[in-house]
């Protein structure tokens, strides 16, 4: 009996021809494997019993980072063989293998590092077919060296035995080298002159002598300094322009990272998994890092080495590396050798590179865990572009165009949705070229032309802009929030109506105004907005996101306090009585109803932060201050209307009234996570009522507060609600994507 088999998924660059290979003579078949444009291609023959042992094996078994999406076969004459090949990739053919994420050094290299008789040791890019570099590298499909940044590199004798044999764990790895014909080392200084001797031991060397050292890594160029030497971390800090936002750590391994943090189960799997993100960990207070890693902030991202040059790095330190983007604030990070020498030239004080070329940028991924399971914050290396399963399977080719902040975006055929890595801010010209380069690299790897492009409704964002500019394209545009609610449901596999409580900063509201406290009773089709946070102005704009202070006076005026005596009044008294003047006005004063700007309101009432130096700030301060033992509430009031109004000046006055009582700023904060968390639950029990769903979809940034998030779901599921929450993109704008691509799937009219 001969079959023909087609394998579907992430099975190219991932040691999936040799396991087939291995697993058709163990079997006793003949036949070929190869790779070709749409996967991996097989034709088998031997008796029937053998052939669906095979077959059945071929997703049971699969290597470790293979993504068996479907096996379909068809039986086809016999035609006799002796023995089974691979074979090489035929040119062409419509473009659907899935490219593997770049994962981390597996044990088997990590021994071979280690080992002074090994031919590898100490070798900075050692790879296998079970992990190394992937999508960082990888230009065009089929995943063969000839179409990755290693096709300058001639494989030597030694190596060349190794890609060939079938037994051996390099079969067929791209990326295979050593010290004799892979990428090099070099170490030079601020003005780009070689420095002599061993690149690794001067390297760390200068770390300790507390100089900063751009480090090329696997996507990109990394700041480094000691984690421990406070001068050195506070060079960094203003070279780099970033005053306040945290640095994230390195740690040599998982018993260094316990040094630092507290480790439980669920982080340690995230941490030592092959994917290494970096992983938000409640600090210690013993740590010894810098009080300036991660300012006025309980918790540290912490990462592990992912690739055989941090191991060597972190081996010879003996002590934790803080590791930032290269790149100054705002900017994406840094990738090909001369943007980085030219950009980081005020920055650094040595480059430790190498001449293996990055194809796609891709910063590190963050995350955290919550009860049992992950929650992303940022989906990027080890993760994209692995593809997500969207709801509906639509026949049209979609991009989803994402949003201004935390852009990502994403590109979909059928039922897979490739949300791309993290591009950043859109405020730019080098990162708006990261995100229109990166629309074009995902587009040659999955032959995804787009025929239906999703974008925010925000007329001025970027990715609306490049969205309008399109030629041959149908538009859609899809309401930030509902985008939100959407990406919710696609992340949890849910295609039917939900109530979805979207929370964030801001968003464009289908009425002009700015949204951010939303209740919406929606599937991925439409929505109807059912509720809100009760607006209030943002005297200033824009300035109002840098100055909470603004919001508290906002807040205080709705609640008819404003005029009264207040701690955040007399701290800001030289303009107090102009902001007022202008929210009350109108004029550069919008409306919104955003749940984010409320935190940033409570936090400078309860005299925590009056500027902001980073995106969500206040409210990430508010959040840590929280007591964890306080249960109590304030009051907040649902008033009727279509639709509902979730007022906040019954809790703004409590908060005011609790504080002239002297009461603790840790129990403040507790108390109006509480407020609103009850809240929340209210709303949801009153929309229930009226539609009979009972199914809550939670997103939005503000949906990263532990505190927030905890309280809601414990809340919801008491009064019987099934709470939808994310698992595999981010809660915040970086799931924007996504959500757009589904709703643009369900409402074409072609899914199904």
């Not at 990590?110 to 079970?130: K, M, S």
């Not at 005020?346 to 070329?357: G, K, M, T, V, W």
């Not at 990502?408 to 995100?435: K, M, P, Q, W």
């Not at 919710?488 to 801001?506: E, K, P, T, Y």
Request: aromatic content about 6%; charged content about 20%.
């Amino acid at each position: 009996m001969r079959h023909r088999i087609r394998v579907d998924g992430v099975v190219q660059g991932v040691g999936f021809r040799p396991f087939v290979h291995a697993l058709a003579s163990r079997c006793g078949l003949t036949g070929f494997v190869g790779n070709d444009a749409g996967g991996v291609f097989i034709e088998a023959e031997g008796p029937a019993p053998a052939l669906e042992r095979f077959v059945t094996a071929l997703e049971g078994e699969a290597p470790p980072l293979a993504v068996v999406e479907g096996v379909r076969r068809e039986r086809l004459p016999p035609v006799g063989g002796q023995r089974f090949v691979i074979v090489d990739s035929p040119p062409g053919g419509r473009r659907e293998t899935l490219i593997s994420a770049d994962m981390a050094t597996c044990g088997d290299c990590l021994a071979e590092i280690a080992d002074p008789a090994d031919r590898r040791y100490a070798y900075p890019f050692t790879n296998c077919t079970n992990c190394g570099p992937r999508f960082t590298i990888v230009t065009d499909v089929p995943y063969d060296r000839p179409n990755t940044t290693m096709a300058g590199f001639a494989m030597c004798a030694a190596c060349a035995a190794e890609y060939h044999d079938p037994r051996d764990r390099r079969f067929h790895a791209q990326p295979v080298c050593c010290p004799a014909c892979g990428p090099t080392l070099s170490l030079t200084d601020a003005e780009h002159a070689a420095v002599a001797g061993d690149p690794l031991a001067a390297t760390v060397a200068l770390l300790h002598a507390g100089r900063v050292v751009a480090i090329k890594g696997l996507g990109g160029y990394h700041l480094a300094v000691m984690a421990g030497d406070e001068a050195a971390v506070e060079a960094l800090r203003h070279r780099k322009h970033r005053e306040d936002k945290p640095f994230a750590v390195m740690a040599r391994d998982l018993d260094a990272a316990r040094t630092l943090c507290a480790v439980d189960s669920v982080e340690a799997a995230l941490l030592t998994g092959p994917r290494r993100p970096a992983v938000l960990l409640r600090r210690l207070p013993t740590a010894p890092v810098a009080t300036g890693v991660a300012p006025g902030n309980g918790h540290l991202a912490v990462m592990l080495p992912y690739t055989p040059l941090h191991h060597l790095l972190a081996d010879q330190l003996g002590a934790p590396l803080v590791l930032t983007s290269g790149n100054v604030s705002d900017e994406p990070i840094a990738y090909h050798d001369q943007d980085a020498r030219e950009r980081l030239a005020s920055i650094a004080d040595a480059f430790l590179i190498h001449d293996r070329p990055i194809h796609i940028r891709t910063d590190d991924s963050v995350t955290r865990a919550f009860r049992g399971q992950e929650l992303p914050v940022r989906r990027s290396r080890g993760y994209a572009p692995q593809p997500l399963r969207l709801p509906h399977s639509t026949s049209r080719a979609i991009l989803g165009c994402g949003a201004e902040l935390k852009n990502t975006f994403c590109l979909a055929h059928g039922r897979r949705a490739f949300v791309s890595h993290h591009i950043g801010d859109l405020e730019n010209y080098e990162t708006l070229r990261s995100f229109t380069e990166g629309i074009a690299h995902f587009g040659r790897l999955f032959d995804i032309v787009p025929q239906l492009v999703a974008h925010d409704l925000h007329p001025e964002y970027l990715s609306t802009k490049y969205a309008a500019e399109l030629e041959a394209v149908e538009l859609l545009g899809v309401q930030h929030h509902h985008a939100h609610i959407a990406s919710c449901l696609a992340d949890n596999g849910h295609a039917g109506r939900v109530i979805g409580v979207a929370f964030d900063g801001l968003g464009f509201g289908t009425d002009g105004t700015l949204w951010g406290g939303e209740f919406l009773v929606c599937d991925l089709t439409g929505f109807d907005r059912a509720a809100h946070l009760a607006p209030v102005p943002m005297p200033g704009g824009a300035r109002a996101i840098a100055e909470p202070w603004r919001m508290a006076a906002a807040h205080l005026d709705a609640a008819g306090l404003a005029d009264e005596a207040h701690d955040v009044a007399r701290r800001n008294e030289a303009r107090w009585d102009t902001i007022l003047a202008v929210g009350r006005s109108g004029v550069s004063a919008p409306a919104t109803s955003s749940a984010g700007r409320l935190f940033d309101a409570v936090a400078a009432l309860v005299g925590i932060r009056d500027h902001v130096r980073y995106e969500g700030q206040a409210a990430i301060e508010l959040e840590q201050r929280a007591d964890p033992q306080e249960a109590g509430t304030y009051p907040m009031r649902l008033e009727d209307g279509a639709p509902l109004r979730l007022r906040g000046d019954e809790l703004v006055a409590a908060v005011v009234e609790d504080q002239r009582r002297g009461t603790d700023v840790g129990v403040l904060a507790a108390r109006f996570h509480n407020s609103l968390a009850a809240a929340v639950v209210e709303t949801c029990v009153v929309l229930r009522d009226r539609t009979g769903l009972s199914t809550v979809a939670l997103s939005g940034g503000v949906w990263q507060n532990l505190r927030l998030l905890g309280t809601a779901v414990d809340l919801l599921e008491q009064r019987g609600f099934t709470v939808l929450r994310h698992r595999q993109v981010p809660p915040n704008d970086g799931g924007i994507s996504l959500g757009q691509a589904a709703v643009a799937a369900a409402s074409s009219g072609r899914g199904h």
